[in-house]
């Protein structure tokens, strides 16, 4: 196929995707076809992200084996996803009452790899999402304990607490030590992961030419923001921090609204933004070697801000890919989380 016709495909794809589900699958399975017959399609159109898509919109339709069918061919082909990609089976047999099958594919994938914290969570995110709340409660509770106790690294600690206390609420059971458990520090040492660092991302060395410094936004990260009344009172005045009747708005809201933020400031032209997690453990002890003075809360905060972004490896870059993680740490990719149309607030 010519580069055009791709051009033109991939055009239909992205038009599709913002209507019914039905004619988004229409299309995906018209652009697969393309690439089992092309390999040079393969390659533009990113053939495992289209077997991704049709499960999904498969399983919006309610056809179970269709989307089974293109789960595991992401299996098959060598898809890279946190948490392993199997765990897509497992959910759309959770979300069609298939149980047991999905139990025993958690259940492997979990003993394969029983450090990843994204498959627990995968799994009580599920569960819980369909009622189950004694299984998501035993899969969120491994989750938080493994959060807490590695240090948080994957930033989950928040999210993990608020499923735990739905599913403990909706079983009519009280919060218990576990939901207010600090994650264990990290070592800062060469070579280990520090708050804010993306794993596994290299840094490149400064040079002499080096590119102006980012604009950074500040960020509160979802296990530093149920106290930000508390820390930072002055943020009751921003517009980001509470609905029309001037009570707190949920992470999930706060952080679609700084995605609006962001895109405002991308529409006006800045250039190479980032995010900036302030989180208390990292930011008093700068306040104290930094600013001894009585100054401006919200100035100190940019002023970290711009400190932070000089190491590129403690913000986060905005916007990421559009299947990438989505920036805010919800897990879920960036197309479909605050990069969705239509997600700001």
């Known amino acids: 196929m010519r580069t055009d016709g791709l051009d033109q495909l991939d055009q239909e794809i992205r038009a599709a995707s913002r209507g019914p589900a039905e004619a988004y699958a229409e299309v995906l399975e018209r652009a697969i076809a393309a690439c089992d017959a092309d390999p040079a ?3 533009y159109l990113d053939v495992l992200d289209l077997h991704s898509e049709l499960a999904e919109a498969y399983d919006q339709l309610g056809r179970v084996e269709d989307a089974l069918r293109h789960a595991d061919a ?43 914290v994204w498959v627990y969570n995968n799994a009580g995110l599920e569960y819980g999402a369909i009622g189950e709340h004694e ?52 070592r800062r040492e060469h070579g280990e992961p520090q708050p804010g660092t993306r794993l596994n991302r290299k840094v490149t060395p400064a040079r002499e030419s080096a590119p102006p410094v980012p604009v950074a936004l500040v960020w509160l990260p ?31 809201v706060y952080c679609r609204r700084m995605e609006g933020r962001l895109r405002g400031h991308a529409e006006a032209g800045m250039a190479r933004l ?18 001894p003075d009585e100054r401006d809360p919200a100035q100190l905060r940019a002023q970290y801000a711009a400190d932070v972004a000089r190491d590129p490896s403690r913000t986060v870059t905005w916007p990421p890919g559009r299947n990438e993680p989505c920036w805010c740490g919800s897990g879920r990719k960036y197309k479909k989380c605050c990069g969705a149309p239509g997600a700001p607030l």
Do not use: K
């Open 74 to 116: 992401l299996v098959e082909g060598g898809y890279r996803s946190e948490p392993d990609p199997r765990c897509r089976r497992a959910e759309i047999l959770t979300r069609h009452g298939r149980l047991p099958e999905a139990a025993a594919i958690w259940g492997a994938v979990a003993a394969d790899t029983p450090d990843d």
């Open 41 to 43: 399609a393969a390659r």
């Open 222 to 252: 979802a296990d530093e923001y149920a106290e930000w009344p508390r820390r930072w009172p002055d943020l009751a005045d921003s517009p980001l921090m509470h609905d029309e009747n001037g009570e707190p708005v949920s992470h999930a």
């Open 135 to 186: 299984l998501a409660l035993s899969w969120l509770t491994r989750a938080l304990e493994l959060a807490v106790r590695t240090g948080d690294p994957e930033r989950l600690v928040g999210q993990l607490r608020d499923l735990r206390a739905a599913s403990l609420a909706a079983l009519g059971r009280e919060p218990d030590g576990l939901q207010t458990a600090t994650p264990a520090l990290i």
């Open 274 to 291: 980032s995010v900036v997690p302030v989180r208390a453990a990292e930011y008093n002890p700068w306040v104290a070697d930094n600013a």
